[in-house]
Nanobody, 117 residues
Framework: QVQVVESGGGLVQAGGSLRLSCAVS????????IGWYRQGPGKQREFVAG???????VYGDSVKGRFTISRDNARNTAYLQMNTLKPDDTAVYYC???????????WGQGTRVTVSS
């Protein structure tokens, strides 16, 4: 059974940085496509960033140039480095692990990020 656990959220002032982690267990991490999503107060869940098994990355328009997604296959973990944070980045951040062979999706429980102005 695949498990996804996010960590690293917290309270930060505008302009600050945080690094979120997404630890995946129960399957072969290198076959996983990892996506970060977020849901702010009163908002729909939106795509933030994704990283393919090849390492190719893609970002949502609102975070381009500020956030960086990466993966460490040896540690079965993906990361989201968030810089120059804004109050609008306040949200619960979710990690999704999509198996590139079976197409199964597994979501984590989320980690909360609060950016104060």
């Amino acid at each position: 059974q695949v498990q996804v656990v996010e960590s690293g959220g917290g309270l930060v002032q505008a302009g600050g940085s945080l690094r979120l982690s997404c630890a995946v267990s129960g399957s072969t991490f290198r076959f996983m496509i990892i996506g970060w999503y977020r849901q702010g107060p009163g908002k729909q869940r939106e795509f933030v960033a994704g990283i393919q098994v090849t390492g190719q990355t893609v970002y949502g328009d609102s975070v381009k140039g500020r956030f960086t997604i990466s993966r460490d296959n040896a540690r079965n973990t993906a990361y989201l480095q968030m810089n120059t944070l804004k109050p609008d980045d306040t949200a619960v951040y979710y990690c999704n692990a999509h198996h590139s062979v079976s197409a199964n999706d597994t979501w984590g429980q989320g980690t909360r990020v609060t950016v104060s102005s």
